[in-house]
């Protein structure tokens, strides 16, 4: 069973070539190669403090939730777009 798989972005069916883009944010051009790499997830213990953590993030959260109640919808989500745009855009 392979781990690594390395492909042409022109030898991609059409489906697999528009999820990579999608995942990417960007097209790409038919020359590049595309990498995929499957692992296995790390094997982390649980923190002994787990529930504690849980309880300050529920916290967080709440504090969140009420502060942007009144907000609509599509306001909320348009703001989690630009911020993802931002985000993607500059980790070149």
Do not use: C, W, Y
Request: aromatic share 2%; no cysteine.
């Amino acid at each position: 069973m392979r781990n690594v798989s390395n492909q042409k972005a022109s030898d991609l069916p059409q489906g697999v070539k528009s999820a990579v883009e999608q995942l990417l944010g960007r097209l790409i051009d038919a020359g590049e190669e595309v990498s995929i790499v499957a692992v296995p997830p790390q094997q982390i213990p649980p923190a002994a403090n787990r529930a504690a953590v849980a309880q300050i993030l529920e916290k967080f959260l709440n504090q969140r939730a009420r502060k942007t109640g009144d907000l609509p919808g599509e306001e909320l989500h348009g703001a989690a777009d630009a911020a993802v745009d931002h985000v993607r855009h500059s980790r070149r």
